[in-house]
Nanobody
């Protein structure tokens, strides 16, 4: 059974940084695709960043490029999201998700990922 556990959320002031962690267990493949999504109140869930834990390829949504960095530690089955220069617009519940497949899906939508963590709240104040 696939399980994803996020941690690292919290409250920071604008310009601050946070690092989120997502630890996976029960996966079918040694390498896989992991994504970070976020959902603000009243908005749709959007893809933020994703990484292939094998070759390390990454994708970012435009609004976080240059500020957020996704990385992985395969020995720990953990993916990180380093978030710098945070703004109030980054306030949301952040989720990690995987498709439990050896390659990333062509799309980066909520429907492309099958397994989700419980979420961790990030709040950025101005």
């Amino acid at each position: 059974q696939v399980r994803l556990m996020e941690s690292g959320g919290g409250s920071v002031q604008a310009g601050g940084s946070l690092r989120l962690s997502c630890t996976a267990s029960g996966l079918s493949y040694r390498t896989y695709c992991m994504g970070w999504f976020r959902q603000a109140p009243g908005k749709e869930r959007e893809g933020v960043a994703r990484i292939h834990t094998g070759y390390g390829g990454t994708d970012y949504t435009g609004s976080v490029k240059g500020r957020f960095t996704i990385s992985r530690d395969n020995a720990k089955n953990t993916v990180y999201l380093q978030m710098n220069s945070l703004t109030p617009e980054d306030t949301a519940m952040y989720y990690c998700a995987t498709n439990d497949q050896p390659r990333c899906p062509a799309g980066f939508l909520e429907s492309d990922f099958d397994y989700w963590g419980q979420g961790t709240q990030v709040t950025v104040s101005s």
